[in-house]
């Protein structure tokens, strides 16, 4: 059973930090890429930043020089360091591993998802 689980969601207000975690687990054989997607009410899922497993990082422009995303592949583990937050981001932010199961599937799997609010 394949699973992905973020943390590290809450509260902020407009100019603050906010670093969200997401861990893999399962019986992965390895992970291609993993990235952070958020979904504001009302609105569609957008891809925040994505890393993939050669080191190619693609962020939004409305993040870019704000948001950092880093890893550590020992632990399956992808982080998002959110640095001066906007209202604008408040959403529910979603992790996403790309990976290839022991069974040698390829597989897209998705967290639960944790909620960010930013207040001005």
């Known amino acids: 059973q394949m699973q992905v689980v973020e943390s590290g969601g809450g509260s902020a207000q407009a100019g603050g930090s906010l670093r969200l975690s997401c861990v893999a687990s399962g019986r992965i054989l390895n ?8 979904q504001a009410p009302g609105k569609s899922r957008e891809l925040v930043a994505e890393l993939t497993s050669d080191g190619k990082i693609k962020y939004a ?8 995303i880093s890893e550590n592949n020992a632990k399956n583990t992808v982080y998002l360091q959110m640095d001066s937050l906007k209202p604008e981001d408040s959403a529910t932010y979603y992790c996403r591993a790309h990976l290839v199961s022991l069974r040698m599937s390829l597989l897209d799997v998705w967290g639960q998802g944790t909620l960010v609010i930013v207040s001005s």
């Open 61 to 68: 422009d409305s993040v870019k020089g704000r948001f950092t």
């Open 31 to 38: 992970i291609k890429d993993m990235g952070w997607y958020r």
